[in-house]
Nanobody
């Protein structure tokens, strides 16, 4: 089976940067899209960003576009969420997920394995 382990979460001041990494174990890493979701306090889980299997296509949700980006290193089986200019509203538990498909989708139902989540807290 697939196991996804996030790292890099923590606390940061508004305007700061943070980098979240997801290390994947299992088969066929490069054949699947990978994504990041987040769930803030009292909110539903929402899509943040996703990247295609080869890394040639990325989608970033409008609320973080221009501040966040996603990358992957298939040789290392890792996916990274680069977060800049963080805002308090970015505070959430961030989840790494493996996509069902090679290309990018933004619905949670298009992802079949999930990490345990890592907390990101942005203070004013």
């Amino acid at each position: 089976q697939v196991q996804l382990v996030e790292s890099g979460g923590g606390s940061v001041q508004a305007g700061g940067s943070l980098r979240l990494s997801c290390a994947a174990s299992g088969r066929t890493f490069s054949s699947r899209s990978m994504g990041w979701f987040r769930q803030g306090p009292g909110k539903e889980r929402e899509f943040v960003a996703a990247i295609s299997g080869s890394g040639d296509t990325i989608h970033v949700t409008d609320s973080v576009k221009g501040r966040f980006t996603i990358s992957r290193d298939n040789a290392k089986n890792t996916v990274t969420l680069h977060m800049n200019s963080l805002k308090p509203e970015d505070t959430a538990v961030y989840y790494c997920a493996r996509g069902v498909y090679y290309n990018v989708y933004d619905r949670s139902t298009s992802f079949d394995y999930w990490g345990q989540g890592t907390q990101v807290t942005v203070s004013s």
